[in-house]
């Protein structure tokens, strides 16, 4: 067997070793901080006697990742009083260094050249991340006494991909510039939840007009019917001049929901999450600390496990004859034989994934007779970044119209400049559709990542 055919067959091999073929494709498809998750108006609203500093809501109103405030929305100087309806959406794909340009070829299924292919890898460190995932729902809140509580059901989906450049390499271009090489690929993991959440908001204003306090938490309940979670240990691949024959030594587990029983709502899982705000004076400005889905789902004991411990001494498939199948041949190859060869072990059993916890601080200031605001912050998911996402964003307080600008830098995306509309149509309509990465569509060979998002409010 030549080097080229023993290269051509071992980038097959190395796909079947992720065992889901969404560990990629979900580049696509499927929660560090956008460059919108900064806040907006704060209000003066006095309910009871006690002034409601009301810091609007993060932006991003589709993502439970950094909900704020007494209702899932922004403010946009709405009475909080009233009862709200509220519907909202949103996609995101973030990338510390994936540049959009690839990303956008995924999506679209198209073809990626070389260009495109080096251009991604040139941009790639040891150890990269990207985000995916969308959220839309609908809720309601409205006031109960000295409170404000509501209810918010949702469908959202979180993945989380860490890669070394190597995989990245070996995948997209195959082993061939490893040649007399190794390939390390330990650090790699994909984690991805589908879930509907049901979530319960309660929010608490207490304090003197000058020194008031606002406390905002919500409990949600998950039903999970999708996951997949995989985590690469001490792995690295050695390929020897000319092809003659690849070394592999590999330490993998792969977890996923029962395959028997899929759909969108199928109880494959169970959990719940936790988020608590507190906003609050300090001299002329706001500051908020805040904690979002401390929480996991319980995937059930259904759920198929698949785990890797072992070293491959692969020296190809010979062929003499293409048309005659005797021995040891092409037709011998299924999912099961490869398994099997790699010596992966299968299993069901019960397991917990934590959603990515989220830890968020802003500071706020009203200026210029508050016209315009201020807010600068930074947002971290200690679990999967390195380093925070940093933000700053500037609010013009128009009647009836709120236009935003952000800048952000870090987490899981390079630096880039984000747009947010809201206004008023009538007393009772309010809108909002807003990008935080707004830039990645002019200079996509050089930014990362893409959001959109929309929410619509009718009060009463």
């Not at 403010?75 to 260094?97: E, V």
């Not at 500051?287 to 020296?315: C, H, P, Q, V």
């Not at 199948?325 to 398994?339: E, F, K, P, Q, V």
Request: with cysteine; proline share 2%; hydrophobic share 40%.
């Amino acid at each position: 067997m030549n080097s080229n055919m023993k290269i051509i067959f071992f980038r097959f091999l190395v796909t079947l070793i992720s065992l889901h073929s969404s560990l990629f494709t979900s580049l696509a498809q499927s929660d560090s901080v956008l460059v919108g998750s900064i806040p907006k108006n704060i209000e003066m609203i006095k309910v009871n006697g006690i002034v409601r500093r009301e810091l609007s809501y993060l932006k991003n109103p589709f993502d439970g990742l950094y909900w704020k405030g007494p209702i899932n929305q922004f403010s946009n100087q709405i009475d909080s009083a009233r009862t709200k309806i509220f519907i909202s959406g949103g996609a995101y794909l973030k990338s510390n260094r994936l540049p959009f340009s690839f990303s956008k070829k995924i999506m679209q299924s198209g073809f990626i050249d070389s260009e495109i292919k080096s251009n991604a890898s040139i941009h790639a460190h040891n150890l990269n991340g990207i985000q995916v995932g969308y959220k839309y729902g609908a809720g309601f809140t409205t006031h109960l006494k000295k409170n404000i509580v509501g209810l918010e059901v949702s469908e959202e989906s979180i993945s989380i991909i860490n890669y070394r450049r190597d995989l990245f390499n070996i995948i997209f271009g195959g082993n061939a510039d490893y040649e007399n090489d190794t390939a390390f690929f330990q650090g790699s993991s994909f984690a991805n939840q589908d879930f509907h959440r049901l979530r319960i908001i309660f929010s608490k204003t207490s304090g003197q007009e000058d020194s008031s306090w606002q406390l905002n938490g919500s409990v949600s309940y998950l039903q999970g019917y999708h996951v997949n979670l995989f985590k690469v240990g001490q792995t690295e691949l050695f390929t020897a001049p000319m092809g003659e024959y690849l070394w592999m030594q590999s330490q993998f587990t792969y977890q996923a929901n029962d395959a028997s029983n899929s759909g969108a709502f199928a109880f494959n899982g169970n959990g719940v999450s936790l988020d608590v705000c507190i906003s609050f004076p300090a001299g002329k400005s706001e500051l908020m600390f805040a904690i979002n889905d401390a929480g996991f789902i319980n995937w059930n004991r259904k759920s198929l496990l698949y785990r890797m411990d072992t070293a491959i001494y692969f020296e190809g498939i010979e062929l003499e004859n293409i048309l005659v199948n005797s021995g040891n041949s092409i037709n011998d190859i299924n999912s099961d034989t490869i398994l099997n060869y790699l010596g992966v072990s299968q299993a069901t059993d019960a397991f917990n994934l934590n959603l990515p916890l989220r830890f968020t601080f802003i500071w706020n200031r009203l200026i210029d007779k508050n016209k315009i605001n201020l807010n600068v912050g930074f947002s971290f998911l200690p679990q999967y970044e390195n380093f925070p996402l940093f933000f700053a964003s500037s609010t013009f307080n128009f009647i009836k119209f709120n236009p935003s600008l952000s800048v952000s830098y870090g987490g899981f995306q390079s630096f880039n400049i984000g747009v947010d509309l809201s206004g008023k149509i009538s007393n009772h309509f309010c809108w909002q559709i807003g990008s935080g990465q707004l830039f990645s569509w002019v200079m996509p060979q050089n930014l990362t990542g893409a959001d959109l998002y929309t929410q619509f409010i009718y009060s009463f």
